[in-house]
């Protein structure tokens, strides 16, 4: 692979998760191709259209505030080049909250995502979304918060 689509994949998902941290869906949208793909966990797969991605993403980021999320952290853990114009990434994002005890910021959770990465004339773009185990860990952090609070 390419050093300079390598540096590109990699300023993408660190720009694209400032977007998430800031909290704007419109902003997020804007990283995908539309029509998009979207492979569910329980393995459906939708197609869908920005505004219907844009309610997706806003379900999410209210998960986020709900659950205070503080910082969210991006690695990717690999890279496979499928052809000269698209690459499938698979990263690992991990999401903080300030731990009221301490004030510091601990895991939450850790989930898994693939992405389908295209060349188009607008640069590079979310072609298809695989959603791995981000579902669950979300459902599992909001019972273990409940759990607490009571």
């Known amino acids: 692979m390419q050093q300079t689509r390598l540096e590109a994949i990699n300023s993408l998902f660190l720009d694209y998760r400032r977007h998430f941290e800031t909290g704007d869906a419109q902003q997020i949208a804007d990283?995908?191709?539309?029509p998009l793909h979207?492979?569910?966990?329980d393995g459906n797969k939708l197609?869908?259209?920005?505004?219907a991605f844009v309610q997706q993403v806003e379900k999410l980021l209210n998960a986020y505030?709900?659950?205070?999320?503080?910082?969210i952290l991006g690695t990717v853990t690999e890279i496979i080049e499928l052809n000269d114009y698209s690459s499938l990434a698979s990263v690992r994002w991990t999401l903080l909250h300030r731990c009221k005890e301490s004030d510091k910021a601990v895991e939450l959770y850790s989930?898994?995502?693939?992405?389908?990465?295209?060349?188009?004339e607008q640069g590079l773009r979310v072609d298809a979304l695989v959603i791995v185990d981000e579902s669950a860990k979300i459902r599992?952090?909001?019972r273990a918060r409940k759990r607490a609070q009571s």
Do not use: K
């Open 31 to 34: 990283y995908y191709r539309f």
């Open 38 to 41: 979207y492979y569910r966990e």
């Open 47 to 51: 197609t869908v259209d920005r505004g």
């Open 65 to 71: 505030r709900r659950l205070e999320v503080c910082q």
């Open 111 to 120: 989930s898994h995502t693939r992405y389908l990465l295209t060349d188009t």
């Open 140 to 142: 599992e952090a909001v």
